[in-house]
């Protein structure tokens, strides 16, 4: 299971298991949802309203926004920066699972794990999944610039996106949108990891265990809702990073529409709040959720799917 467990045999699994476990969740959530995840970044980054009464929206709904990249840009598009994305999602999984797996072990050692749960749970989520954040920003960066350009390209592949961007921008542009990303990971991930673990003692509650049950459908099920509670909470700073990511990048954003660009973060905010009012805060929420639901959803379930594997495998040769 997800967190430290001393009752459970599960725990027999080694530090590279569940690292090779985390990345294998990471690999295959991200090729599923990575469609979802274009149209995302693609709503976040318009700043025109999400509605068609605007005739200068180049988006303004999911199924649209799916027919108009298939007709301009073919269906390849739906995974642009798939190559950075997937390096980002391997090794964020790793580095997110083992740090959670040993950091609630060390809680159960001092005696902070078993009465306080749902907290440590929140405070092991949220330091996981900074370190992740601070091992792989730079990449998903790249996955962003990639994913957000247009035709004609500016970036011809990934090679080429990281030595123009070094060349023309410098080597802080890898860490463009670090602060919103850091600020908003802590309770994203501490909810993803805190709110997983109460459904699933909901589901229990309600649907008792018969002993025969496998649990995939209520892992997969407690890690939708754990997405869709965790992403809403703490979208406006998803948003504000992708803005900032894109920074130093209009030349390749022409083709969508207008253009701005932002100081930082407080006039990011406020220039979002001015000109495209509180729901600018919300755009892309929509293929946000549904992403949010079916990668967390899915991230849980390979990730205990693979640990319970790795669990048989290692009974089935003593």
């Not at 006039?267 to 949010?292: I, N, R």
Request: with cysteine; hydrophobic share 40%.
């Amino acid at each position: 299971m997800v967190g430290y467990d001393a009752k459970a045999d599960i725990r027999s699994n080694s530090k590279l298991e569940v690292a090779v476990a985390g990345s294998v969740s990471g690999f295959v959530t991200r090729a599923l949802i990575s469609p979802l995840d274009v149209i995302k970044i693609r709503f976040q980054l318009q700043i025109e309203r999400l509605c068609p009464s605007d005739p200068k929206a180049k988006y303004h709904g999911i199924l649209q926004a799916i027919k108009q990249i298939l007709q301009e840009e073919g269906p390849a598009a739906f995974w642009k920066g798939h190559v950075p994305a997937q390096i980002l999602s391997v090794g964020y999984g790793a580095v997110q699972f083992l740090t959670f797996e040993e950091l609630t072990e060390l809680l159960h050692r001092i005696n902070l794990y078993e009465t306080r749960q749902f907290s440590a749970h929140f405070v092991c989520g949220g330091l996981s999944a900074g370190a992740a954040t601070l091992a792989v920003h730079p990449v998903d960066v790249l996955r962003t610039r990639l994913a957000a350009q247009g035709e004609p390209k500016i970036y011809s592949n990934l090679r080429d996106a990281v030595s123009t961007m070094y060349r023309t921008e410098g080597p802080l542009v890898f860490y463009k949108g670090l602060t919103p990303t850091v600020i908003a990971i802590f309770p994203y991930a501490g909810l993803q990891f805190s709110c997983y673990r109460s459904l699933k003692q909901v589901y229990d509650w309600v649907i008792p265990p018969d002993g025969k049950q496998t649990g995939n459908l209520k892992n997969l099920l407690c890690g939708c809702g754990s997405g869709v509670i965790s992403k809403t909470l703490t979208y406006p700073l998803d948003l504000f990073k992708k803005r900032l990511q894109v920074g130093g990048f209009e030349r390749a954003r022409s083709a969508f529409g207008e253009v701005r660009s932002y100081r930082g973060l407080l006039d990011l905010t406020k220039q979002v709040l001015q000109d495209e009012g509180t729901q600018g805060l919300f755009k892309g929420l929509s293929p946000s959720l549904l992403k949010a639901a079916l990668s967390t959803g899915f991230m849980f379930f390979w990730y205990e799917l693979f640990c319970n594997l790795f669990h048989c495998i290692r009974s089935e040769d003593r």
